[in-house]
C-alpha cells in the first residue's frame, strides 16, 4: 500500500505506532477525525512519505524529533491540533519541504535556524501558537518562499532585514507579536508582496518612503504600533492603505509635498492623539473632491473652488 486517505470521518483513539510498518507509504491523511492521543515516532520510518497530512484532530504532544529522517516529504500539514514543546530542528533535514503548516497549536520556544536551509519551501505558517525569540534571519536564504505568517506569537526584537532577500514572497504576517525597532527598508525590494501586515507590535519610526517599491502590494496593515511621522502619498494614491491606526498625534490639515522620489509625500501627524486611525485615503479625498487639487499643488481649497477648477479643465 503506498496511499491512505481515511480523512473527514469519526476515526477515535491513537493512531497506532504499527503504521511504522507501511514503509511503501508515499501519503497519509488522517485529518479532521477525533484522534486523540500523542504523534507516533515510528511515522519516521517511512522514508517515502511525501505527504503527511493530521491536520483538525486532536493530537497532543510533541512533534517526534523522527520525522526529519523523511527527506522526500512535501507536505507537512499538522495545524490546528493541540502540538506543544519546540519544534525540532531536525525538521530542517527536510529538504524536499515545500509547504509546512503548524498554525493553531500550542508549540513554544524559538524557531530553529535550520529551517531557513529548506530551499524548496514555498509556505511557512507557524501562527497561533507560544512561540518567541528572534524570528530567524536565515529565513531570508529561502528563495523560493511565497507565504510567511508568523502571526499571533510572542516574537521580539527587529525584523530580520534579511527577509528582504526572499524576493518570491507574496504573503507577510508577522502581526500580534513583540516586534520592535524600525520597519527593515530592505523589505521594500519584496516586488511580489500583495499582502503585508505588520500590526499590533511595538514598531517605530516612519513608514518608508519608498514603500512605492512594492508594487505588487494591495493589502497593507500597519495599525497599532508606535509608527510616527507621515504617510507616504504613494499609498493614498494607489489606494492600498486598508488601516493604518494607533499612528502617534492628531491629523493636521497641511498639504503634500513633493520630495527626492518625486512622489508627495505629507507630514500629518505630531504630538499625542488618536488611538484609531481608519484611512482610506484616495476615497476620503476624492469624496471631497481635494484629491485633485492636492495633485495641482494646492493646500486646503474648498469645495467650490475645486469644482470651479475641474470645470476649467474640462472646458479649456
Same mark, same amino acid.
Given at each position: 500500500?503506498?496511499?491512505?486517505?481515511?480523512?473527514?470521518?469519526?476515526?477515535?483513539?491513537?493512531?497506532?505506532?504499527?503504521?511504522?510498518?507501511?514503509?511503501?507509504?508515499?501519503?497519509?491523511?488522517?485529518?479532521?477525525?477525533?484522534?486523540?492521543?500523542?504523534?507516533?515516532?515510528?511515522? %519516521?520510518?517511512?522514508?517515502?512519505?511525501?505527504?503527511?497530512?493530521?491536520?483538525?484532530?486532536?493530537?497532543?504532544?510533541?512533534?517526534?524529533?523522527?520525522? %526529519?529522517?523523511?527527506?522526500?516529504?512535501?507536505?507537512?500539514?499538522?495545524?490546528?491540533?493541540?502540538?506543544?514543546?519546540?519544534?525540532?530542528?531536525?525538521?530542517?533535514?527536510?529538504?524536499?519541504?515545500?509547504?509546512?503548516?503548524?498554525?493553531?497549536?500550542?508549540?513554544?520556544?524559538?524557531?530553529?535556524?535550520?529551517?531557513?536551509?529548506?530551499?524548496?519551501?514555498?509556505?511557512?505558517?507557524?501562527?497561533?501558537?507560544?512561540?518567541?525569540?528572534?524570528?530567524?534571519?536565515?529565513?531570508?536564504?529561502?528563495?523560493?518562499?511565497?507565504?510567511?505568517?508568523?502571526?499571533?506569537?510572542?516574537?521580539?526584537?527587529?525584523?530580520?532585514?534579511?527577509?528582504?532577500?526572499?524576493?518570491?514572497?507574496?504573503?507577510?504576517?508577522?502581526?500580534?507579536?513583540?516586534?520592535?525597532?524600525?520597519?527593515?527598508?530592505?523589505?521594500?525590494?519584496?516586488?511580489?508582496?500583495?499582502?503585508?501586515?505588520?500590526?499590533?507590535?511595538?514598531?517605530?519610526?516612519?513608514?518608508?518612503?519608498?514603500?512605492?517599491?512594492?508594487?505588487?502590494?494591495?493589502?497593507?496593515?500597519?495599525?497599532?504600533?508606535?509608527?510616527?511621522?507621515?504617510?507616504?502619498?504613494?499609498?493614498?494614491?494607489?489606494?492600498?492603505?486598508?488601516?493604518?491606526?494607533?499612528?502617534?498625534?492628531?491629523?493636521?490639515?497641511?498639504?503634500?509635498?513633493?520630495?527626492?522620489?518625486?512622489?508627495?509625500?505629507?507630514?500629518?501627524?505630531?504630538?499625542?492623539?488618536?488611538?484609531?486611525?481608519?484611512?482610506?485615503?484616495?476615497?476620503?479625498?476624492?469624496?471631497?473632491?481635494?484629491?485633485?487639487?492636492?495633485?495641482?499643488?494646492?493646500?486646503?481649497?474648498?469645495?467650490?473652488?475645486?469644482?470651479?477648477?475641474?470645470?476649467?479643465?474640462?472646458?479649456?
Amino acid at each position: 500500500m503506498t496511499y491512505l486517505d481515511l480523512c473527514n470521518n469519526l476515526l477515535t483513539g491513537s493512531i497506532p505506532s504499527t503504521v511504522g510498518k507501511l514503509k511503501k507509504l508515499t501519503m497519509i491523511s488522517l485529518s479532521k477525525n477525533p484522534i486523540s492521543g500523542s504523534f507516533p515516532r515510528e511515522m %519516521g520510518d517511512l522514508k517515502y512519505l511525501q505527504t503527511l497530512s493530521l491536520y483538525e484532530t486532536n493530537l497532543a504532544g510533541p512533534i517526534p524529533k523522527s520525522l %526529519g529522517g523523511l527527506t522526500k516529504l512535501t507536505h507537512l500539514l499538522l495545524y490546528s491540533n493541540h502540538l506543544c514543546g519546540s519544534i525540532p530542528k531536525e525538521l530542517g533535514n527536510l529538504t524536499s519541504l515545500v509547504d509546512l503548516q503548524l498554525y493553531r497549536n500550542q508549540l513554544n520556544g524559538s524557531v530553529p535556524a535550520s529551517l531557513g536551509k529548506l530551499e524548496n519551501l514555498e509556505r511557512i505558517s507557524l501562527n497561533n501558537n507560544r512561540l518567541s525569540g528572534f524570528i530567524p534571519p536565515e529565513f531570508g536564504s529561502m528563495t523560493n518562499l511565497k507565504h510567511l505568517d508568523l502571526s499571533l506569537n510572542s516574537f521580539s526584537h527587529s525584523i530580520p532585514k534579511e527577509l528582504g532577500n526572499s524576493s518570491y514572497l507574496d504573503y507577510l504576517s508577522l502581526s500580534n507579536n513583540q516586534l520592535s525597532h524600525e520597519i527593515p527598508i530592505t523589505l521594500m525590494n519584496l516586488c511580489y508582496l500583495s499582502q503585508l501586515d505588520l500590526s499590533n507590535n511595538l514598531l517605530i519610526g516612519h513608514i518608508p518612503n519608498n514603500i512605492s517599491d512594492l508594487v505588487s502590494l494591495e493589502n497593507l496593515n500597519l495599525s497599532h504600533n508606535r509608527l510616527s511621522g507621515g504617510i507616504p502619498a504613494y499609498l493614498v494614491q494607489v489606494n492600498v492603505l486598508d488601516f493604518v491606526k494607533d499612528l502617534k498625534g492628531p491629523v493636521k490639515k497641511k498639504c503634500m509635498s513633493f520630495g527626492t522620489s518625486g512622489l508627495p509625500t505629507t507630514s500629518v501627524f505630531s504630538g499625542e492623539g488618536y488611538d484609531f486611525w481608519f484611512v482610506r485615503m484616495e476615497a476620503l479625498l476624492n469624496a471631497h473632491d481635494l484629491w485633485s487639487a492636492i495633485g495641482q499643488g494646492y493646500c486646503m481649497t474648498s469645495r467650490k473652488e475645486t469644482k470651479n477648477m475641474k470645470r476649467d479643465r474640462k472646458t479649456g
